[in-house]
């Protein structure tokens, strides 16, 4: 491939250019399974590469840590090449959160697309820019009168992961009511089905006790909603905090 902007050929598709420093790529797309990763490369809504990341995993122990940690690192260095805006990624968990550990991209968790793919459902948003991106810290996203939050830690955690989406605009925390039924499977969280005009509502359980937490998005209608709850509840379960 050669760079669009200056024809000097890149070694590797989607390369930042190095002769006129022009990047050739904005966003990445990752599909990682534990023994090999695609790489996508997009510009705006052209796919302008593909590659390909290859591993042989190791059972366990200190080898199998070495060996992911190595994979996850060559993942990484493959997007470095490219310095693009966003990083879009779906698959295996533990090559996932390792890749991620190692870059410093905007990088959004999304869920399994089904026969679409990870690449056509990024196509898909990166077609509707109607979603505003909220750059406000976790922290700052947090607002109303209840400023309790059960789960202590863990429920502290799955706020922080709500509201680290970048479509999400506030979270506010709703009172708590204790009057469920017991539960031993610890704190639990989930994105609720979103409303007509694109909000969701996160509970979290922590034993008998039960949050109800209104998540404002940028979304403006419940087909887009929905997509923000997907990639919500995407991201609640690898922090660990749902079933299955």
Do not use: W
């Amino acid at each position: 491939m050669d760079c669009r902007q200056c024809a000097s050929p890149l070694e590797r598709p989607g390369d930042y250019c190095l002769v006129c420093r022009t990047p050739n790529a904005d966003a990445v797309v990752l599909e990682l399974d534990r023994d090999r990763a695609t790489l996508t490369m997009l510009d705006d809504e052209d796919i302008v590469g593909e590659t390909h990341v290859t591993t042989t995993p190791e059972d366990g122990g200190e080898a199998g840590v070495v060996e992911l940690r190595n994979f996850a690192g060559r993942v990484a260095d493959e997007v470095r090449r490219k310095r693009p805006e966003e990083v879009y990624a779906a698959g295996d968990r533990d090559v996932l959160r390792a890749t991620r550990s190692q870059l410093h991209h905007s990088f959004y968790r999304i869920g399994d697309s089904g026969e679409d793919g990870a690449v056509e459902s990024v196509l898909a948003r990166r077609g509707d820019r109607a979603l505003e991106v909220v750059e406000a810290s976790p922290a700052e996203k947090l607002g109303g009168s209840h400023s309790t939050l059960i789960g202590d830690r863990a429920g502290r955690t799955a706020i922080e992961t709500v509201a680290g989406h970048p479509h999400v605009k506030k979270i506010i925390p709703g009172p708590i009511d204790a009057g469920g039924s017991g539960s031993r499977t610890g704190v639990r969280a989930k994105a609720t089905r979103a409303d007509e005009n694109g909000n969701v509502r996160m509970l979290i359980r922590d034993g008998s006790s039960v949050q109800e937490n209104r998540v404002v998005t940028t979304a403006m209608d419940r087909e887009r909603g929905e997509r923000v709850r997907a990639d919500l509840n995407d991201a609640l379960a690898e922090a660990g905090l749902q079933s299955g």
